[in-house]
Structures are given as C-alpha cells and as structure tokens.
C-alpha cells in the first residue's frame, strides 16, 4: 500500500460523495416511494470515505477486480454497520422493494464516482498536474449531478404531479409516488380532459402554425438580409451590421401597448396574423446576426468560382451558400421555433378568443381556482414535451451538417 497526498485527496473525494450520493437518491426515493426518512449522510460520508482509501491505496495496476469488489462491499458494510441495519433511516420492512433498489443505487454511484475520479492517479506523491486532474475531476462530477437535479427535478415533479388524482394531492402534496393499480384511464385523466374539455388539441394547432410561419418568414428575410451584409459592399455596411441587435435593447413591454394600439385601429389584434407578423420582427435580428457570421466564414472563393461559372448571385446562394450552410440554418430555425413557441407576453395581450389561444396562453388560462393543479401541470407538460422531441430531432441534423461540412472543406 502506498501513501501520499493523493491518498488523503481520494479519502476527502469518498467523503464527498458519499454524502451528495445519499441525499440524492434519498431525495429520489422519498419522491418516487412517497415514505419519508432522515438520510443518514454522516455514515455514506464515512463509507465513501473508507472506499476512497481503499481504492486509492493501491497503485493503478494493483486495482485488480477483487480491490474493486472489497470497495464496494466496504460502502455497504459500513452503511450497515453505521446505522443499524437501516441504510436508508427506515426499517427494511418498509417498501422494502425501493429501499433495496435504492441502497444498490447509493453503493453503485458512490463506487463508480471514486472509481473515476482516482482512475489511473497513484495514491503516493501525486505531482501537482495530477492533483489538478483529480479536482478537476471532481468538479465536472459535481456539476453534472448539479445540472441534472436542477434540470429533471422539476420535470419530474411537473409530470407526477400531472398524473395524481386530486384526492392524493389534497392528502399529501409532498406525494409524488403513482399509484398504477388505478389503470390507464384514471392515471391519464388529466391529459383526456385537456384535449375533451379544454380545446388543448386546437392550442398545439395553433402553435404549430404560428411557429413554422415564423420559422419560414425568418429564414425568408434573414437569409438574403446576412448574406448582403457579409458578402456585398455599400453603403452602411458595417453600421447595418454592428446594429442589428439594437432592437432587443427595446424591452418588449415597451413595444406591447403600442402594437396593440395600432394591431386594434388595422383589425389585426385577436387573430394569430397579429402573431404571425410580430413575431418574425423579433427573432429576424438575432437570425441575421447568427447567419452573417457564418457566411462570413464559408470560402469567398467557392462563391467566385460559381459566379465564373455562370451563375446569378441567386444562384450562388441557392447552389453554394446555402447547402454549406445547413448547420446554420438548423440552428437557426430551431432556436426561431422555440421563441415562437414558447412566447408568451404578444400572445397574452393579442389574443382573446379562446380558439385561437395558443399553448402558453392556453396553459397560463388553466392557472385559477376552478381547474386543478394535476390540469395545470399536464398543460405544461403538453407545452414542453413538443419542443423537447424537436430539439432532439434537430439535433441529429446539427451533428450530420457538421461533419458533412468539415468533409467538404
């Protein structure tokens, strides 16, 4: 066994994940079980202390699969040991089948965070590069962890909540375990009444069509719009270039009474034109900005040699310019859709008529007295889940664009 500065280092590292990976999945488990418990995070603490010595006390080419295995057994035992048999605070007789699913969970992800952060680093003397691989290890770990809670946690609760009758809610709000014995039809209550009761299905339609409009208007103005600004030379260039983004130091309430003084006088207020004309005035900035620098990187002289060739300017950017840059234009229209999508400030003041609502309208209609909160938080559920399949989607084609583009150059 060797000791060192590394070795100390990995105890402090055990010690720290010990107590994030208890009160994670305790957290976890109470949401998902719906009992609750006190997590003992002075004893995880002590155990990924001692699995951290462990594993670090042997040198990287020592670590054979039975070290590993005793580190791991070590977490469990003193997690035993530490609390009476009760890993998790509560007797195992209590669901039992989360409790052991959960203390798996706590020793794998103790056992697996160490394992990581100490692999390949020896335990005696570690020179200052190492150690700065070994906190910078740690940190990324950290703020993984981190983002994930903060991003699922909410989801989580938004999506439970939506499935819960409103009996279980007034019972225990801090409730967010599911009761599948109650079958489909009652565990998706929430989501048949929105689309049978409150005209959900005709506020996705809605923002369906607002947001391709957008989408399409965009692109339609901002693609000639950059390429004359990084290609062409007159006069006013470089300040229509530098102020295109002037607009957005305009907040947007500002603009709100105005607009909706005149949308009133021309008949274009409480009808998704309104939308479908306020919207592109807002996103074509930023879309010109982001294409401009683009184009400014692709090679002039693709473009030159197309002109020799015989081709219109149009052509250029039709045969040349344009396919280049695909990643681009994804990026652009899927950031365009998803401003479209979840605006909500003109669609609140703009619209009244209950059949031209769209989602975010809708969803904040739902925020009163008289419809439940499980109604509620399906209706974001409904407003979030479109965007996050699209985004998805999209993505494939941003790292297909990519590649294909680097190949071509």
Avoid at 10 to 29: D, Q
Avoid at 301 to 326: C, H, N, W, Y
Avoid at 369 to 376: A, D, G, K, N
Wanted: proline fraction near 6%.
């Amino acid at each position: 066994m060797r000791f060192g500065n590394g070795f100390f280092a990995s105890l402090a590292i055990g010690a720290i994940w010990g107590a994030v990976w208890m009160i994670v999945v305790s957290i976890t488990f109470m949401l998902v079980s719906g009992a609750i418990t006190t997590p003992p995070v002075g004893a995880a603490t002590l155990a990924g202390l001692v699995a951290g010595g462990i594993l670090m006390a042997f040198p990287p080419g020592a670590r054979t699969p039975g070290v590993r295995i005793a580190a791991a057994v070590a977490i469990f035992g003193v997690l035993g040991l530490l609390t009476l048999g009760q890993p998790l605070g509560l007797p195992l007789s209590a669901v039992p089948a989360y409790q052991i699913v959960a203390i798996a969970l706590v020793v794998g992800l103790i056992w697996i965070s160490i394992h990581l952060c100490v692999k390949g680093l020896a335990g005696a003397g570690l020179p200052r590069y190492q150690m700065e691989v070994l906190f910078i290890r740690l940190m990324k770990g950290l703020g993984f962890v981190l983002f994930t809670i903060v991003v699922a946690l909410p989801f989580y609760v938004m999506v439970m909540t939506s499935l819960k009758s409103q009996q279980s809610l007034l019972a225990n709000p801090l409730d967010f375990s599911l009761d599948l014995a109650q079958g489909p039809q009652a565990l998706f209550r929430s989501y048949i009444e929105l689309f049978t009761q409150f005209h959900f299905g005709t506020f996705l339609v809605n923002s369906a069509i607002v947001s391709v409009v957008t989408v399409f208007l965009t692109l339609l103005f901002s693609v000639p719009g950059a390429y004359a600004v990084s290609r062409l030379r007159f006069p006013g260039q470089a300040f229509l270039s530098r102020s295109i983004l002037l607009i957005y130091m305009v907040p947007a309430i500002v603009l709100v009474i105005p607009l909706y003084a005149v949308f009133s006088q021309i008949g274009l207020r409480n009808t998704l034109t309104g939308l479908m004309v306020v919207y592109p005035a807002t996103t074509i900035p930023v879309a010109l900005y982001m294409l401009q620098g683009y184009f400014r990187g692709l090679p002039a002289e693709l473009e030159e040699a197309g002109l020799m060739d015989g081709l219109t300017r149009f052509g250029v950017i039709m045969k040349i310019t344009l396919p280049l840059s695909l990643p681009a234009l994804a990026s652009v229209a899927l950031y365009v859709f998803m401003i479209a999508w979840n605006e909500f400030l003109f669609a609140f003041m703009f619209l009244d008529n209950i059949d031209i609502f769209t989602l975010s309208r809708g969803v904040v209609s739902l925020n009163s007295s008289e419809v439940p909160r499980q109604h509620l938080m399906a209706g974001a559920v409904v407003a979030t889940v479109p965007v996050l399949v699209i985004f998805l989607w999209f993505e494939r084609f941003l790292v297909s664009g990519l590649t294909a583009g680097s190949v071509k150059g």
